[in-house]
């Protein structure tokens, strides 16, 4: 709870109009496009928070995977965690460079490390081990999701946590664009839903369509024991009358209309007990299996 009272004071003390108006006057970029991303991934540090606070301890060594404009890693290391943010700005993400830099520059005194790397590309010996390593809505853009567990599990401390939050497309639904997708088949998806999907093609593109299974075999393939939480999809569907930029982002005619039904027939918190596999989004914990996750 401390630590989520600081989370505030640090969000509240965020210069999203300083940093805007520097990124528009000098590197020309849209002030609404600029202020969204800043707005929208500000509000996301809440949620990445909740997803790692109790694993939190200022002698782990820590690593965020696709740490976006790395705010929320600027957070912990303003606080004394030891950590280290990825963020190669690759596969639809690009566009964020310029913000990421200036936002990177605004902190410049906090000094925080950052590998301009993909993740398939950790290596223990040039980069060392982590005991804890998180991302949040990441994993679900990693072209080589085999290279890249492989990579992460190779960098994990011998009683390391990895804890991974993303969408689930075992349910055929697309949260970044807000469209039903077949995991077999989401160029039927691009098909049907064109004028949405072309205006951010580069982000579709780097969609890998991951599922509860692909984790499950992810984790076999690399010894890796795996938990998934319970809950996700109530505390998710629960976001919509909470927190206003989700809903803003998430919020669409097929979305509300699932929400109010399931809300005027009273069974929304009967997802509170949905499984594990028919969740999404889903977070997912891995440890060496010498280790049993903590739950």
């Known amino acids: 709870m401390v630590l989520e009272h600081k989370l505030e004071a640090f969000l509240e003390d965020f210069e999203i109009e300083g940093i805007c108006n520097r990124l528009v006057s000098e590197d020309g970029l849209a002030r609404n496009h600029v202020y969204d991303v800043l707005r929208t991934f500000a509000n996301e540090t809440r949620v990445t928070l909740g997803l790692v606070e109790k694993f939190l301890n200022p002698e782990k060594r ?5 740490a976006g404009i790395c705010l929320f890693s600027i957070f912990l290391k303003s606080e004394k965690y030891n950590v280290v943010a990825l963020e190669p700005a690759l596969g639809g993400f690009s566009e964020f460079e310029k913000i990421k830099n200036a936002v990177l520059a605004h902190y ?14 950790l290596d223990s010996k040039k980069y060392g081990e982590f005991d804890l390593i998180f991302s949040n809505n990441v994993i679900e853009h990693i072209p080589d999701l085999s290279l890249t567990f492989s990579a992460m599990s190779s960098v994990l ?22 469209i039903p997708v077949l995991k077999v088949w989401p160029s039927l998806s691009r098909l049907l839903f064109s004028g949405r999907i072309e205006p951010r093609g580069d982000l579709w593109d780097s969609l890998n369509f991951i599922s509860y299974f692909n984790v499950k075999v992810l984790a076999a393939e690399n010894l890796l024991e795996v938990k998934f939480a319970k809950g996700i999809l109530y505390k ?12 803003e982002r998430h919020m669409n005619k097929m979305i509300l209309s699932l929400f109010l039904l399931l809300k005027g027939l009273r069974v929304l918190p009967m997802l509170k007990y949905a499984a594990p596999f028919l969740s999404t989004p889903m977070i997912i914990l891995l440890s060496h299996e010498c280790h049993d996750p903590p739950t």
């Open 157 to 178: 401390s011998q009683h390391g946590l990895m804890v991974h939050a993303c969408p689930n497309y075992v349910i055929p639904y697309e949260p970044h664009f807000g």
């Open 62 to 66: 820590i690593l965020e995977i696709g």
């Open 108 to 121: 410049a005194h906090i000094k925080l490390d950052v590998l301009r790397i993909s993740a398939q590309d």
């Open 236 to 247: 998710s569907v629960v976001r919509f009358e909470t927190d206003e930029i989700f809903r």
